[in-house]
């Protein structure tokens, strides 16, 4: 079973950044093809924020992120990253990383339900 831990978190002011990282081990061939960050915010569900894949776009970000957040990852060393920028108040919540190793039919790159394997999160807060 893979696992995935976060790290980065931490407060910052509105207009400031902050970059995630999300480290995979017992990784099998193919176990992490698609990798996703998620937040979830207190009393709200757990809302997609990036993707990424193989191929071409490659990646996919939810409009309240768009211009702001960006999605990389490292194959080499089985690492994903977020880097956030411009980052708000709305922005503050508990940020998961997941993988999966195929999509499902139906499914978004940005749905939670087709990932296999999760982080525990890590938090990010923005104050005004």
């Known amino acids: 079973q893979v696992e995935l831990v976060e790290s980065g978190g931490g407060s910052a002011q509105a207009g400031g950044s902050l970059r995630l990282s999300c480290t995979a081990s017992?990784?099998?061939?193919?176990?992490?093809?698609?990798m996703a960050w998620f937040r979830q915010a207190p009393g709200k569900e757990r809302e997609g924020v990036a993707a990424?894949?193989?191929?071409?776009?490659?990646?996919t970000y939810a409009d309240s992120v768009k211009g702001r957040f960006t999605i990389s990852r490292d194959s080499a060393k089985n690492t994903l990253f977020l880097q956030m920028n411009d980052l708000q108040p709305e922005d503050t919540a508990m940020y998961y990383c997941?993988?999966?190793?195929?999509?499902?039919?139906?499914?978004?790159?940005?749905?939670?339900?087709?990932?296999?394997?999760w982080g525990r999160g890590t938090q990010v807060t923005v104050s005004s």
């Open positions: 997941a993988a999966m190793s195929r999509m499902r039919f139906n499914y978004g790159l940005l749905d939670a339900l087709p990932y296999t394997s």
């Open positions: 017992k990784v099998t061939p193919m176990s992490i093809k698609y």
């Open positions: 990424i894949e193989p191929g071409t776009p490659g990646t």
